[in-house]
């Protein structure tokens, strides 16, 4: 049974950092993906990874957030630095089981996790 398993949000200051994780059971994927839904708007992608390692970023969050995957443990890792109010939402893991972009089409997602971001 496929699972994904969100954990890291929580309550951070303006200018903070967190570190999301995603576990992922049941089987690997060829691409995972970081979306979050803010208060009131549509989700939208944030980050993503295919298995080769290549990562695209939307353009809001460029050079404060990363995304990598530990492949022994099978967990993906969104790293959030310099965070801002605007940041703030629910983060939902995604995994996609066949090639295709890293904005949409994912087949399984995980239940999610609150940031918010005070400022």
């Known amino acids: 049974q496929v699972q994904l398993v969100e954990s890291g949000g929580g309550l951070v200051q303006a200018g903070g950092s967190l570190r999301l994780s995603c576990a992922v059971s049941g089987r690997t994927f060829n691409r995972y993906g970081w979306f979050r839904q803010a208060p009131g708007k549509e989700r939208e992608f944030v980050a993503g990874?295919?298995?080769?390692?290549?990562?695209s970023y939307t353009d809001s969050v460029v050079g404060r957030f990363t995304v990598s995957r530990d492949n022994a443990r099978n967990t993906v890792y969104l790293q959030m630095d310099t965070l801002k109010p605007e940041d703030t939402g629910v983060y939902y893991c995604?995994?996609?089981?066949?090639?295709?972009?890293?904005?949409?089409?994912?087949?399984?997602w995980g239940k999610g996790t609150l940031v918010t971001v005070s400022s």
């Open positions: 995604a995994a996609g089981r066949v090639a295709g972009r890293l904005e949409d089409g994912m087949d399984y």
């Open positions: 990874m295919y298995w080769s390692g290549k990562a």
